[in-house]
């Protein structure tokens, strides 16, 4: 990662965007935002429900946001990330950050799966037979209602505040260095 963003700021006039259509710029910091605030959320919320229903990692957890994927703290930073690109970067840099994602989530989640079906063996094989790994089914979506697949509390947001506070400061710094 380190690597990576000293490459951005040597090479910054290739990296971030410039000289778009004002509709466009508009478009992409509120697709951007919106992926963001969507991403910490999901975020909060799986780390909130893992943390309260798993029984200290001895409980398969199939409800909140485990019920629309497998890896929803790992869907929350993949949304996170693409809001960054669309508020910051060219758009050819989706690809290189879903590069850089793949090679380093994709192999734990496979470790974490193996974990997770010697821990439950069978009702987790049957959970994944329900419900996807990363990307949620519309059909599923709409099933239930959002406080179902997103239950918030105040408390969790208190455990991912060392996440959301840089990504609020985040948010400031790029509104300021765009003006």
Do not use: D
């Amino acid at each position: 990662m380190a690597l990576v963003f000293i490459l951005v700021l040597v090479f910054r006039e290739t990296f971030f965007r410039q000289n778009n259509p004002e509709w466009l710029e508009t478009s992409l910091r509120a697709i951007g935002l919106f992926s963001l605030f969507l991403g910490q959320l999901i975020r909060v919320s799986a780390r909130g429900f893992k943390a309260e229903y798993s029984k200290n990692s001895h409980a398969l957890i199939e409800g909140g946001p485990y019920q629309a994927v497998r890896n929803p703290m790992y869907l929350g930073i993949l949304l996170i990330g693409f809001g960054v690109v669309l508020l910051l970067f060219n758009w050819w840099v989706v690809f290189l950050f879903l590069l850089i994602f793949s090679s380093r989530y994709v192999p734990l989640i496979l470790s974490e799966e193996k974990k997770l079906r010697a821990m439950f063996p069978g009702s987790y094989e049957a959970y994944c037979r329900r419900v996807p790994r990363m990307l949620p089914r519309f059909s599923a979506l709409i099933k239930v209602s959002v406080r179902e697949y997103l239950p918030v509390k105040p408390a969790w947001f208190k455990k991912e505040i060392n996440s959301i506070i840089p990504l609020l400061i985040l948010i400031l710094l790029f509104f300021l260095w765009r003006k």
